[in-house]
């Protein structure tokens, strides 16, 4: 297994931040979910057509990959739809010129459950896999929303019946929003699984509150020993989400024991 970390969690920090702590803590990746001010990773300066070779060299130079690119791209929303689908497709070609195996899209807005039209969502999977199957990308669900539901989110996969389109488990929302055990989230959705968010949290007063790994009650050592059981060789991206939540530690504390915690265990 390897790890990255998302930059949702270092929302201040330049991207020589971002290689330099990655490459000097052990990490193997870094999860592109804004640069600085830029959340739309295709316009962000360093995969312009003038400076992406320069990037990859610097990349590979360190030792370093870019596993996900995670867009914005919601496939619920009907009235702004044109939109989701240009953005997904954006990442799509920027992922395919990078190396990048992923790109995350969104079936539902929040971490809990909205109101979706599946069907819709399931649709528009299908027209952007196209796509993704012609640039040699996966498009990946996250258990997010509605599609925390380990059953729903398998369903909608089925149907869309493409192998360019997968999963992206978020650990966290299956768990908090829908009540399941990781044995049952991973029962149905474990051939489906290309890339895992990992996050820690307590419930205090009924909201929920993001800990540092293994400050929380999510059952991370559980989660390792399924994966490992089970061989995955992908990745385990901590999502701290300070992009969203200011307040929450800062990322050179918390991608550093996260880095030892996570070895630990793998």
Same mark, same amino acid.
């Given at each position: 297994?390897?790890?990255?970390?998302?930059?949702?969690?270092?929302?201040?920090?330049?991207?020589?931040?971002?290689?330099?702590?990655?490459?000097?803590?052990?990490?193997?990746?870094?999860?592109?979910?804004?640069?600085?001010?830029?959340?739309?990773?295709?316009?962000?300066?360093?995969?312009?057509?003038?400076?992406?070779?320069?990037?990859?060299?610097?990349?590979?130079?360190?030792? *370093?990959?870019?596993?996900?690119?995670?867009? $914005?791209?919601?496939?619920?929303? +009907? @009235?702004? !739809?044109? #939109?989701?689908?240009?953005?997904?497709?954006?990442?799509?070609?920027?992922?395919?010129?990078?190396?990048?195996?992923?790109?995350?899209?969104?079936?539902?807005?929040?971490?809990?459950?909205?109101?979706?039209?599946?069907?819709?969502?399931?649709?528009?999977?299908?027209?952007?896999?196209?796509?993704?199957?012609?640039?040699?990308?996966?498009? *990946?669900?996250?258990?997010?929303?509605?599609? $925390?539901?380990?059953?729903?989110? +398998? @369903?909608? !996969?089925? #149907?869309?019946?493409?192998?360019?389109?997968?999963?992206?488990?978020?650990?966290?929302?299956?768990?908090?929003?829908?009540?399941?055990?990781?044995?049952?989230?991973?029962?149905?959705?474990?051939?489906?699984?290309?890339?895992?968010?990992?996050?820690?949290?307590?419930?205090?007063?009924?909201?929920?509150?993001?800990?540092?790994?293994?400050?929380?009650?999510?059952?991370?050592?559980?989660?390792?020993?399924?994966?490992?059981?089970?061989?995955?060789?992908?990745?385990?991206?901590?999502?701290?989400?300070?992009?969203?939540?200011?307040?929450?530690?800062?990322?050179?504390?918390?991608?550093?024991?996260?880095?030892?915690?996570?070895?630990?265990?793998?």
């Amino acid at each position: 297994m390897k790890i990255s970390f998302s930059t949702l969690g270092c929302p201040g920090w330049s991207w020589e931040d971002m290689l330099s702590t990655a490459k000097d803590i052990g990490f193997d990746g870094i999860e592109i979910r804004g640069i600085g001010n830029e959340l739309y990773a295709p316009r962000a300066k360093q995969f312009t057509v003038e400076n992406i070779d320069l990037t990859k060299k610097k990349l590979d130079k360190i030792g *370093l990959e870019i596993p996900c690119l995670t867009s $914005a791209s919601y496939l619920f929303d +009907k @009235a702004n !739809i044109d #939109k989701h689908i240009q953005e997904a497709q954006d990442y799509i070609e920027l992922a395919s010129k990078l190396g990048t195996p992923y790109v995350r899209v969104l079936g539902d807005a929040q971490p809990q459950p909205g109101d979706v039209d599946i069907e819709f969502v399931i649709d528009n999977l299908r027209k952007l896999s196209v796509k993704a199957q012609e640039k040699g990308v996966k498009l *990946l669900v996250e258990t997010n929303g509605v599609f $925390a539901a380990s059953k729903v989110l +398998k @369903a909608a !996969i089925e #149907k869309v019946a493409s192998d360019y389109v997968g999963v992206l488990w978020d650990v966290h929302h299956p768990i908090r929003f829908f009540n399941e055990s990781v044995e049952e989230t991973y029962e149905n959705l474990k051939n489906r699984i290309s890339f895992i968010h990992i996050k820690d949290s307590i419930v205090v007063d009924g909201v929920i509150k993001y800990k540092m790994m293994g400050h929380g009650d999510i059952p991370i050592k559980s989660i390792v020993r399924i994966l490992k059981e089970n061989d995955y060789k992908g990745y385990l991206s901590l999502e701290w989400v300070k992009r969203w939540c200011l307040d929450l530690e800062e990322p050179g504390i918390v991608f550093s024991h996260y880095a030892g915690y996570m070895k630990s265990l793998i």
